[in-house]
Antibody, heavy 121, light 107 residues
Framework: QVQLVESGGDVVQPGRSLRLSCAASGFTFSNNAMHWVRQAPGKGLEWVAVISYDGSNKYYADSVKGRFTVSRDNSKNTLYLQMNSLRPEDTAVYYC??????????????WGQGSLVTVSS | DIQMTQSPSSLSASVGDRVTITCRASQGISNYLAWFQQKPGKAPKSLIYAASSLQSGVPSKFSGSGSGTDFTLTISSLQPEDFATYYCQQYKSYPLTFGGGTKVEIK
């Protein structure tokens, strides 16, 4: 069965960096685009970034553009989110999610359990 | 960016009730619309994609309809396990955007 397991969440100071990982199993990872979605405490869902099946196409939310970088290693079945210049408003649970498609969005079908990032001094 | 507006933001219903949640897009998105269920402390779960297609394993009491700008999610007979927050999401174009959520509570 499809499994997505995030890791790397932590408490960090504003301005610092953090990298999240999402380990995938139960499907052919290199066949699907992958997303990051976040949820601030008590708030709704906010889409963050997407990467195509081969890593050649990436899109970002304006709120993270220039600070966050999504990448993937298909040989390791792992998705990453490098977060730089973190701000208090980046505090959230970060979910990775699989897209049904390879390049253009076809809908998110499976989600990880989430990883909490807290940005605070 | 495409704005997604859900209504109501919350509702109270009884077990066995038929519940309808609406979602409106700020511009036409054809049928590029998904619905998710989220319970407290848990990850979202896919219910519906392509506006009306049921995700594998999701019970048929959930149904979706609509096209263009107006969409609905219907739960035919509300059960205790259905009390949760429901989100719509458009995937017609980036950035992907979610509705604000509808919290379904027990009356």
């Amino acid at each position: 069965q499809v499994q997505l397991v995030e890791s790397g969440g932590d408490v960090v100071q504003p301005g610092r960096s953090l990298r999240l990982s999402c380990a995938a199993s139960g499907f052919t990872f290199s066949n699907n685009a992958m997303h990051w979605v976040r949820q601030a405490p008590g708030k709704g869902l906010e889409w963050v970034a997407v990467i195509s099946y081969d890593g050649s196409n990436k899109y970002y939310a304006d709120s993270v553009k220039g600070r966050f970088t999504v990448s993937r290693d298909n040989s390791k079945n792992t998705l990453y989110l490098q977060m730089n210049s973190l701000r208090p408003e980046d505090t959230a649970v970060y979910y990775c999610a699989r897209d049904r498609g390879r390049i253009t969005a076809a809908g998110l079908d499976y989600w990880g359990q989430g990883s909490l990032v807290t940005v605070s001094s | 960016d495409i704005q997604m507006t859900q209504s109501p933001s919350s509702l109270s219903a009884s077990v066995g009730d038929r519940v309808t949640i609406t979602c409106r897009a700020s511009q036409g998105i054809s049928n590029y619309l998904a619905w998710f269920q989220q319970k407290p402390g848990k990850a979202p779960k896919s219910l519906i994609y392509a506006a009306s297609s049921l995700q594998s394993g999701v019970p048929s009491k959930f149904s979706g309809s609509g096209s263009g700008t107006d969409f609905t999610l219907t739960i035919s007979s509300l059960q205790p396990e259905d009390f949760a927050t429901y989100y719509c999401q458009q995937y017609k174009s980036y950035p992907l955007t979610f509705g604000g959520g509808t919290k379904v509570e027990i009356k």
